[in-house]
């Protein structure tokens, strides 16, 4: 008497193994985006290492309380963004309610928050640099200036990138004729880059503004 044995198909197998395309990308993407900003890193404080007499006269004047209050923004943006990655996976793409019940808001609303957090992010960013051009801090005034400007300008422009990505997205969920998971994932990925931008901020802020 034989026993009869159940194989699993190929195509079943296939299916549980096979890796989402989507996030495999995502994750290479940002491991490339970690290596640049940790050049970009390694410049600064090899700069710092080899001049730190022009860090202890231009740090003097960095505006320390605008950046932390700019700082607590761009956070408190990443939280933003996730509640609008909630409502993207439960397929809510806007509000259902009056604009004013925020537990009825749905992926929109939350996203064009986070995106208002981050251009008040960029505005203040760019708000600090005329002070310090017009203090005589310049990219080409010293080792400091090309230091400063260059790691927080790139940031700058990588937080950009992310806003234009989020009107990329609401306009997709208002354009879509049904909101499903292939909509619900591009939110996701564009959470994914926001929150490393936000990660890579900290890091910079505790950098440049307190290791003086």
């Known amino acids: 008497m034989t026993t009869a044995t159940h194989t699993p198909s190929k195509s079943a197998h296939t299916t549980l193994n096979r890796p989402n395309a989507v996030a495999v990308g995502t994750v290479v993407w940002l491991a490339s985006e970690l290596m640049f900003f ?6 600064y404080f090899t700069l710092r290492a080899s001049r730190p007499d022009i860090w202890a006269e231009n740090t003097e004047h960095l505006a320390v309380p605008l950046a932390t ?24 793409p806007r509000r259902t309610g009056s604009l004013f019940n925020v537990k009825e808001w749905g992926m ?3 996203f064009l ?12 960013q760019v ?37 234009i990505a989020f009107l990329f997205i609401i ?12 909509e619900a994932t591009s ?21 440049v503004y307190f290791l003086k």
């Open 38 to 43: 940790a050049g970009l890193f390694a410049m």
């Open 69 to 92: 209050v700019n700082t607590i923004v761009l956070v408190l943006s990443s939280v933003t963004c996730q509640f609008g990655v909630f409502k993207a996976e439960q397929l809510k």
């Open 108 to 110: 929109v609303e939350w």
């Open 113 to 124: 928050l986070t995106f208002l957090m981050g251009a008040f992010f960029v505005s203040m």
């Open 127 to 163: 708000y600090e640099y005329a002070n310090l051009v017009a203090e005589g801090v310049t990219i080409a005034h010293s080792a400091y200036g090309s230091a400063f400007y260059i790691t927080t300008g790139f940031h700058a422009i990588h937080v950009t990138g992310g806003l």
């Open 171 to 182: 306009g997709r969920a208002y354009a879509a004729k049904r909101f499903g998971h292939y």
């Open 187 to 207: 939110a996701i990925v564009v959470s994914y880059y926001w929150h490393f931008v936000d990660v890579v901020w900290i890091v910079l802020f505790a950098v």
